[in-house]
């Protein structure tokens, strides 16, 4: 079966990323509806989208922590300061939070949060606007199956100010992880 | 159930002077093939009626739940939402108020969103006194979702650029207007909506090619 007018998969993205007007969604509600390539085509893009929204973020906040502790989520929790500290991610654990603390955000008007692999630079998450507490300090969701990627992990914190000034404290986060 | 949005009712009399629709016996491996006004004609008239209702449902049931992802933006409302609209629908089916067969996909539409914006207020109230009748066939849709692996989706998250990364998990992680991520990112929204439809489509070819994706 084919479609004679497809929607183009830019069209879906649009349609999934909440970026169409109204009218614009309904015209493609009916289209996806009565048309069997494309409502497959488009369960290709909500497939990847549904897997990003179910990732735990890097960058979580105390609600969001307590919601993942409610649904069973085995959480263990390690407070640093800046400079070099290794962790072990114990078995059993699903989610090992690294509070990032010891760096004053009290003037911050927002943070930005870079992971990266401290041998070789290569940036892995950057959140440019991390949720952050000015007295809890910024909270990082360790997974267990961040396992693959290299084990030197470091974690840039920058507070921005109002008047755009920056500081950076850096976080050395070498992991083992138990298996 | 009563949600659907019935027209006017397909009489018995109406099915029982259509000669090709009484002759209709079709192989049952012809189900899959035959076109949705015939579903809807063979359901009516009870003529291989579990294998037509089994089809519709097999049919449409996807394309409920992705219209439930999209505009209730949960999984388990979406899966409510298809057992719903499968109830209604079959019901309506059986019951021949289904006015213009060749266009039952818009007669699903509407109950989709008439049911949707029921739950959206939290007034949607379902009645399972026939589902034990129905459930047989509506459940059948629920094996075929596919799953991304974690860890695959992980790694081919790995495999963006930083930025590309950025503009993904900003839309769909911290469901950022694109307005907001263009001005966090200090570009513009169309270069963020080309990076986030490119970015996409290299997650989605990565994903493929990784094997990410579960039953």
Redesign the interface.
């Known amino acids: 079966m084919t479609c004679s007018t497809p929607i183009a998969?830019?069209d879906l993205?649009?349609?999934?990323?909440?970026?169409l007007a109204p009218e614009q969604?309904e015209r493609l509600?009916?289209h996806?509806?009565?048309c069997?390539p494309c409502?497959a085509e488009?369960?290709?893009?909500?497939?990847?989208?549904?897997?990003?929204?179910?990732?735990i973020?890097p960058v979580v906040t105390r609600v969001a922590l307590a919601r993942l502790r409610a649904r069973g989520t085995r959480i263990e929790e390690n407070t640093f300061s800046p400079g070099r500290q290794q962790v072990v991610f114990r078995r059993g654990v699903d989610v090992l939070v690294h509070r990032l603390a010891g760096f004053d955000l009290s003037g911050a008007e927002r943070v930005r949060v870079a992971v990266r692999v401290e041998s070789t630079g290569v940036?892995?998450?950057?959140?440019?606007?991390a949720p952050f507490d000015a007295q809890d300090g910024v909270l990082i969701a360790c997974q267990q199956?961040?396992a693959?990627?290299p084990p030197d992990i470091l974690i840039e914190v920058s507070a921005i100010d109002a008047s755009g000034a920056e500081r950076t404290a850096k976080y050395s986060i070498p992991h083992v992880f138990e298996h | 159930m009563g949600t659907a949005t019935a027209c006017c009712s397909i009489s018995p009399a109406r099915l029982g002077s259509n000669p090709v629709f009484l002759r209709a016996t079709l192989p049952l491996v012809m189900i899959a093939n035959i076109a949705d006004e015939d579903l809807v004609l063979r359901i009516a008239q009870g003529d291989h009626q579990h294998e037509a209702e089994t089809e519709l449902c097999r049919?449409?049931g996807?394309?409920v739940r992705?219209?439930g992802?999209?505009h209730l933006h949960s999984?388990d409302l979406a899966a409510d939402l298809v057992q719903s609209v499968l109830l209604a629908v079959l019901e309506a089916t059986r019951a021949g108020r289904i006015e213009e067969a060749s266009h039952l996909?818009?007669f699903?539409?509407g109950t989709?969103r008439n049911i949707a914006h029921r739950v959206r207020e939290r007034e949607a109230r379902s009645t399972p006194m026939e589902a034990a009748a129905l459930e047989p066939h509506t459940r059948l849709v629920e094996p075929s979702?596919?799953?991304?692996d974690?860890?695959a989706?992980?790694?081919c998250l790995?495999r963006l650029d930083?930025r590309a990364?950025?503009v993904?998990?900003?839309?769909?992680?911290?469901?950022?207007?694109?307005d907001e991520i263009a001005k966090?990112?200090e570009t513009s929204v169309g270069n963020i909506?080309v990076l986030?439809?490119r970015a996409?489509?290299d997650?989605?070819g990565c994903?493929d090619g990784v094997g990410g994706?579960r039953a």
């Open positions: 998969w830019e993205v649009l349609y999934w990323a909440g970026d969604v509600d009916e996806l509806m009565g069997a409502s488009s369960a290709r893009v909500s497939a990847v989208v549904e897997g990003l929204r179910e990732l973020p940036l892995l998450v950057e959140d440019p606007n199956h961040f693959d990627l | 049919r449409f996807p394309r992705l219209y992802l999209r999984e996909d818009r699903i539409l989709c979702f596919e799953r991304i974690v860890g989706l992980l790694n790995g930083a990364r950025s993904i998990l900003l839309s769909f992680q911290s469901e950022s207007g694109t966090l990112l909506r986030r439809h996409l489509a997650l989605r994903l994706a």
